[in-house]
């Protein structure tokens, strides 16, 4: 809470000087920019219902509030049925809201009280001074934040309730109380109220007028501004390391990257990044890229940019991902540079896909991926975090019947699932800031990432919900590609598997519990921060922190024996790298071998839009 100032009148609040009272607004500006919120917001309404009249809404609105009513309904459910329980439910709220109701009134008496419920410390919806100023909207705010904090309570303590089901239950009450946060509305937030006043309204014209824009990007859904898109162009000022497409096929092209060094490692290295983003995370610009800065070590870096699928795609599945995609590259690289092994790194569910090709090729006794690195990978889904709130048999069935009908999966519903793991970090603060302040978001080249988002093939998409989220079939042995039963203990190769703290895709919990999984020699290393900016962390920033050689079945037992070491992981990881095949060769530069260039990195399907 922000200090108060002395009072000289006992009951009377004197100003605060960190809060300056709001200027009266021209009323005949209000008004004429009401009239223009009016046909904005309409404009917005049209943007809405133009693919429902035309019949190309994706639907699954009524399916997902469904799916919200009935998990929630099992909560309220399990308190319902024992009515004692019920009451002390309904009095611990009651007492709390008297409590509150108490401290206000002694607070607009002029008596500092403390918070009967304060904000988190890293919340930022309340950091304007008038949230805690004005006894008002201090009300406000603790009222939201008691009664969000009771809500979730509720959820740990109900009784009888699968722990699918109470996970999932936590995740729509934290969707539902981050929506109705008083902090993202006009009429509860002092902040917005003055921006209003202070603008006459045309903070929300400009809103508005975005949020028809964005409306209608989307296909009728919001597609969330969260940076500046006009700001960024593929090849220019983002995915700029200089290299050679020297491979294509129907699903992936192969980047190979121009030296930099005098010699480089005999062995190259391939990477496998996600299809469900697209491979510049590793490349945004040259301070962040990890790709130019493996180069630099004098790596001959390969990297999949995997298509950017549609229609076509629809019968491409992990078989297909492998073959078309892992195995092509293998090929290419071997023409490309002549040698048959490479060390390789898959990202994300590019790494799940590498893991599976691994264990394809122990089967098959193919021995020319010799270490491989995973970043933030699962290969075990029992822990697998808040994501399997999307997955049961119902759910994955109305994703299938959804994809059936396109051969794909839409890109905005995996931008908008990824968003809704940090609601109040990547969907309310830029409702609140773009459509009610009417400002356009900074240039920042990771949003603007985040939300080029891809297509799912339906085939490649269905098995990857069911073979690992719903049934956990890798680590069982029980996962079957090309008529072969992969079995992750016959992976003998060196492993990296880097996983970060404070991961909500692959929790370190999750990606400790699949190094032991494999049946070689496994390197477990954990990062600081989270799944994005614990693995793009550039040494020369100097931030977060890694720890290494720990032991244990659980995270917190394993780093009780670590070693904690600051900064980033990416040289350790090239060291481990480095010491498993010192030889160098001369550089080898794109093009220049078998493989002719067929365009300049980073090739033509980044640039395919979903």
């Known amino acids: 809470m922000a200090d108060r100032p002395a009072r000289e009148t006992p009951g009377q609040q004197a100003p605060d000087p960190e809060t300056p009272a709001p200027d009266m607004p021209d009323f005949e500006r209000l008004s004429q920019n009401a009239s223009r919120l009016v046909e904005e917001a309409t404009k917005a309404t049209i943007a809405y219902l133009k693919p429902i009249q035309d019949g190309q809404a994706t639907g699954g609105m009524a399916d997902e509030v469904g799916e919200i009513v009935k998990t ?108 109705v946060s008083p902090s993202n509305f006009v009429a509860t937030n002092p902040e917005l109220l003055r921006e209003t006043f202070k603008e006459n309204g045309e903070n929300l014209v400009r809103g508005m007028a975005m949020l028809a824009e964005d409306i209608e990007a989307g296909g009728g859904e919001l597609k969330l501004r969260q940076s500046d898109p006009s700001k960024f162009e593929i090849g220019r000022n983002i995915a700029t390391t200089p290299g050679k497409v020297v491979f294509r096929n129907e699903l992936i092209e192969l980047l190979q990257y121009a030296p930099t060094t005098e010699s480089v490692l005999k062995r190259p290295l391939l990477i496998v990044p996600p299809w469900i983003n697209k491979f510049y995370i590793l490349d945004l610009n040259p301070e962040k890229s990890f790709i130019k800065w493996a180069v630099d070590q004098g790596l001959t870096v390969f990297c999949i940019s995997w298509v950017n699928p549609d229609e076509r795609h629809a019968e ?73 709130v999307f997955v049961d048999e119902e759910q994955i069935k109305a994703v299938e019947e959804m994809m059936q009908a396109r051969g794909f999966l839409p890109g905005g519903r995996m931008a908008k699932a990824f968003n809704m793991l940090r609601p109040n970090d990547l969907i309310w603060p830029y409702v609140v800031n773009v459509y009610l302040k009417g400002q356009a978001p900074f240039p920042f080249d990771l949003l603007y990432w985040n939300a080029d988002s891809t297509r799912m093939p339906a085939r490649n998409h269905s098995f990857y919900l069911r073979n690992c989220y719903l049934d956990n079939r890798l680590t069982q042995g029980q996962m079957v590609i090309d008529n072969t039963q992969l079995d992750l203990k016959k992976v003998k190769i060196p492993i990296y598997n880097l996983a970060t703290r404070e991961d909500h895709i692959a929790p370190a919990r999750s990606v400790l519990v699949g190094s032991q999984a494999f049946g070689g020699p496994v390197e477990y290393v954990l990062a600081g921060s989270g799944h994005i900016a614990g693995v793009v962390n550039p040494p020369d920033k100097k931030k977060y922190q890694y720890w290494t050689g720990g032991a244990g079945q659980d995270v917190e037992t394993w780093l009780k024996s670590a070693t904690e070491n600051p900064g980033s992981w990416w040289p350790h990881w090239f060291a481990w790298i480095e010491a498993q095949a010192p030889e160098r060769v001369k550089p080898r530069v794109p093009g220049k071998g078998k493989l002719k260039p067929l365009g300049d990195a980073p090739g033509t399907y980044v640039k395919i839009k979903a």
């Open 72 to 179: 929630l309904g099992h909560v309220a459910e399990s308190w319902m049925i024992d009515p004692a329980r019920s009451i002390e439910a309904q009095k611990t709220l009651a007492t709390g809201f008297i409590d509150l109701w108490s401290s206000t009134l002694r607070k607009m008496q002029g008596e500092e009280v403390d918070p009967v419920a304060p904000p988190e410390p890293r919340d930022n919806r309340f950091k304007d001074p008038e949230w805690s100023a004005n006894p008002v909207f201090d009300f406000l705010k603790q009222a939201y934040l008691f009664t969000s904090r009771w809500a979730e309570d509720m959820v740990d303590r109900a009784e009888g309730v699968d722990e699918h089901t109470r996970q999932k239950a936590r995740f729509y009450v934290r969707q539902i109380s981050s929506a």
């Open 316 to 388: 491409m599945g992990f078989e297909e991902y492998m073959r078309l995609g892992i195995f092509a590259a293998l090929e290419a690289i071997e023409k490309a540079t002549g040698e048959k092994s490479v060390s390789a790194i898959g990202y994300c569910v590019g790494g799940t896909l590498l893991a599976v090709t691994l264990a394809y090729m122990a089967a098959k006794k193919d021995k020319r991926i010799e270490s491989a690195t995973f970043f933030t990978t699962q290969v075990d889904f029992t822990h697998a975090g808040d994501l399997k």
